[in-house]
């Protein structure tokens, strides 16, 4: 079959990668012996070596993912790195999304326009890179990244991982996707087997059909409570049961989208005739009919074991409201009200927000159309502010030319760019002063304190688009259509009636604008820009190979103590708009962590002054001097996102290694990545034994191999020694990284011999 993965690139076929599934998967059965999970049989047939018997919750996975995708936030490192990895083209198809930079002010048109001029840097830079490397390329206005990979990249069985935490939306049409760190995503973009634990398997039985006022959205807003933010942690999340056909392809993936905030590895349907009615309506009939003939590789096998089971029976299903400050603080709305009384939370609602990449399909729109048309008639439009975030530019286009958006703009509504805008904090609002206490209630999937407006104030609540309408229609956060009345211009009540809209344009999508930029067949000619004297980008220099020594007399830049975390070493927030300047972003390098010493954070001394100092400057000192230096640290260091930041910068500022109690795995890897040496005390109260002020040589390096501990010498101010052992978990070939000096490093030193 000449069917594509994507018809936006037709030299990448799709029957080659399901017959290489289910060859693997003829070997995976055989070592196994036993039925198989449909996430397993995605999972284990994208495996580089079919043969590994995969334990869940134990063996790690080297997979071959089918895909990669980006969005401007996290691709902007994520490409510089790979540039520096010196590989003329990437190895797996890739694309970037310009979504998450566009901030929401004043409507669509104005916001992008102002989008473009202030991130014209960085978008040049993403599209000339995009040119160079074979990646697609999708331009501000065109979309949220889960959304445009949901309309032209998702495809059944497939495996696929993206730099954006929700991109397990692709579950919708049956994809294991998985949202990952930079790092992660540019060793397969390189061509590199990508590292992933076999995850446990969680099964969501459906039973019956939605009713009423319930949303596919209601599912997750029950299993979140059902599950808490924890719950899914190292698990893939599968459905199944005969309740998964009465939910539409764009609702399975709201479901699978929200599954991040339980801390799910990704969640997945099984391929069944609703996703092939999406396939066929956004004209991917091919992959539909390829899919129904591996359709055995597309569900679970019968009597499939889960680790756990949950069930849901949507028949019975309530619609939910869950909230504030977190997604799994769940309401059924029957005592919603009776909650919103009972805590104080602020019962006038201030504004309603429909849309993003979780709840902004056309079915989700028309739906939320219909329940403000019910209001129009009767002479009532919205009485809370009301904005409305198109997922992307085909869904834009469509609601546009179907009335919808009229309808929205008649109830007062604002239209917002085809972009993040307030999901993400990129929202300049101005309807409540900074620390007034508010509610709103949005369609999207997070809700911790200050993430859509900054203030801590604002209690977000979390529903289906139709309850985000109907609540913003009355203007009160208690508002239950199910009981309450709204009254008409003409001083009548009335209840307003089920929301009905259709699951697909019945007149076929319009795709709006042309805003994709594919990738080039030879762009031998294109030439990368990067300003030298750019405040937001900047070319990454190849880390030094390792000179073949041990480390001698090594300063400790800080003694952390208590909980490290990614934000603690990299800190998000404003610091987000460095994150294609190394040099720039280091300036925030540990400025989170405590000084064991005296307690305080971004305070330092510097051993070479006997001065403190906040902890970039006390390394940048350090590097100016050619001293190196190590980090110890406490239990579960680097815990919380993947973000490469972290293990980046200690690298650019001169660190060698980082010693600690314990590692979170991820950050671990990532400091392997980067030529830094994680190392861990083989007995962990050897971390008390060690003070600020003591120098570390780390011995053992020429003999440095798998499963050998190194040995730490820690001098003390007076002279006195003591001998530490410290482990580590690197394999051969991670030793060979250290050894280059990076990962990047090896992998093209590879390429050229
Ligand atoms: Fe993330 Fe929100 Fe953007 Fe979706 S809309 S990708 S959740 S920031």
Request: hydrophobic letters at 35%; proline letters at 6%.
């Amino acid at each position: 079959s000449s069917t594509p993965m994507a018809p936006l690139e037709p030299s990448n076929l799709l029957e080659p990668v399901y017959r290489n599934v289910a060859d693997n998967l003829d070997v995976v059965r055989k070592t196994l012996d036993r039925p198989l999970t449909l996430a397993e049989k995605v999972v284990y047939g994208h495996l580089d070596d079919p043969t590994t018997r995969a334990v869940r919750g134990e063996t790690y996975l080297k997979l071959r993912p089918d895909r990669v995708a980006m969005q401007d936030a996290t691709a902007q490192m994520a490409t510089l790195q790979f540039i520096s990895a010196g590989l003329p083209t990437t190895q797996v198809p890739t694309t970037v999304h310009c979504d998450h930079l566009i901030a929401a002010q004043e409507g669509a048109g104005e916001d992008l326009a102002r989008a473009k001029s202030e991130n014209a840097e960085v978008y040049d830079f993403l599209s000339s890179a995009s040119s160079k490397y074979g990646m697609g390329f999708w331009r501000p206005g065109s979309g949220i990244i889960h959304q445009i990979v949901l309309e032209n990249y998702a495809f059944p069985g497939g495996l696929m991982i993206g730099t954006d935490s929700h991109t397990p939306n692709a579950g919708g049409l049956g994809m294991v996707a998985v949202g990952v760190g930079g790092a992660d995503a540019v060793d397969v973009m390189a061509g590199l087997p990508w590292e992933l634990k076999a995850p446990k398997i969680i099964g969501v039985k459906l039973s019956g059909k939605l009713t009423g006022w319930a949303s596919a959205k209601d599912v997750i807003l029950k299993v979140a409570g059902i599950l808490t933010v924890k719950g899914g942690t190292g698990a893939i999340i599968e459905y199944f049961g005969e309740g998964v056909d009465s939910l539409s392809c764009t609702g399975m993936g709201t479901i699978c989208n929200m599954g991040a905030e339980i801390g799910a590895t990704t969640s997945i349907f099984p391929y069944n005739s609703r996703m092939g009615d999406y396939l066929n309506a956004t004209g991917r009939q091919g992959i539909a009919s390829l899919a129904e003939t591996y359709s055995e590789n597309l569900r679970a096998d019968d009597s499939a074991v889960y680790d756990q089971i949950i069930e849901v029976d949507l028949s019975t299903l309530e619609p939910h409201v869950n909230g504030p400050f977190t997604p799994d603080l769940a309401h059924p709305l029957s005592q919603f009200k009776a909650a919103v009384e009972k805590q104080g939370w602020p019962p006038e609602l201030t504004v309603g927000l429909i849309g993003s990449c979780t709840n902004s399909s056309y079915e989700d729109m028309s739906r939320s159309a219909s329940i403000v048309r019910q209001a129009l008639d009767k002479g009532v439009k919205s009485k809370s502010l009301f904005n409305i975030t198109p997922g992307s530019e085909q869904v834009r286009a469509t609601i546009a030319r179907d009335g919808i958006i009229d309808t929205f703009e008649e109830t007062g509504g604002t239209v917002l760019a085809n972009a993040c805008g307030p999901c993400i904090g990129q929202w300049n609002r101005s309807d409540v002063p900074k620390g007034t206490p508010n509610s709103i209630v949005t369609s999207f999937n997070r809700n911790f304190s200050m993430r859509n407006d900054g203030n801590p104030q604002t209690h977000t609540f979390i529903t289906s688009p139709e309850l985000v309408t109907a609540m913003a229609l009355s203007g009160r956060l208690d508002f239950n259509p199910l009981t309450d009345e709204l009254t008409a211009a003409d001083g009548s009540s009335f209840k307003l009636e089920l929301p009905k809209g259709d699951e697909l344009p019945a007149r076929g999508y319009d795709p709006g604008e042309d805003t994709f930029q594919p990738p080039m067949e030879d762009a031998s000619a294109v030439k990368v820009h990067v300003d030298p004297s750019s405040a937001r980008l900047q070319l990454l220099e190849p880390f030094q190979a390792w000179n073949g020594s041990d480390y001698e007399d090594l300063p400790i830049l800080i003694k952390a103590l208590g909980k490290c975390t990614t934000d603690h070493i990299s800190m998000a927030g404003p610091w987000l708009k460095y994150r294609g300047h190394l040099d720039n972003i280091s300036n925030n390098m540990l400025i989170g962590a405590v000084n064991a010493e005296n307690g305080e954070i971004n305070s330092v001394k510097n051993s070479l002054t006997g001065e403190y100092g906040a902890v970039p400057d006390v390394a940048r000192a350090y590097k100016a001097a050619g001293v190196q230096w190590v980090v110890v640290g406490d239990e579960n260091y680097g815990e919380g996102s993947s973000r490469e930041h972290a293990a980046l910068e200690p690298r650019h500022l001169g660190g060698v290694a980082v010693l600690v109690r314990s590692f979170a795995r991820i950050h671990e890897t990532n400091l392997k990545k980067q030529g830094m040496l994680p190392l861990t005390f083989a007995t962990p109260e050897d971390y008390d034994k060690i003070d600020p002020e003591d120098k570390l040589s780390i011995t053992g390096l020429s003999t440095f191999a798998p499963g050998v501990p190194l040995s730490v010498v820690v001098k003390k101010p007076g002279g006195v020694t003591l001998n530490v052992t410290v482990n580590h978990t690197f394999n051969a070939d991670q030793i060979e990284w250290f050894k280059a000096g990076s990962a990047l490093n090896k992998i093209k030193s590879d390429l050229l011999s």
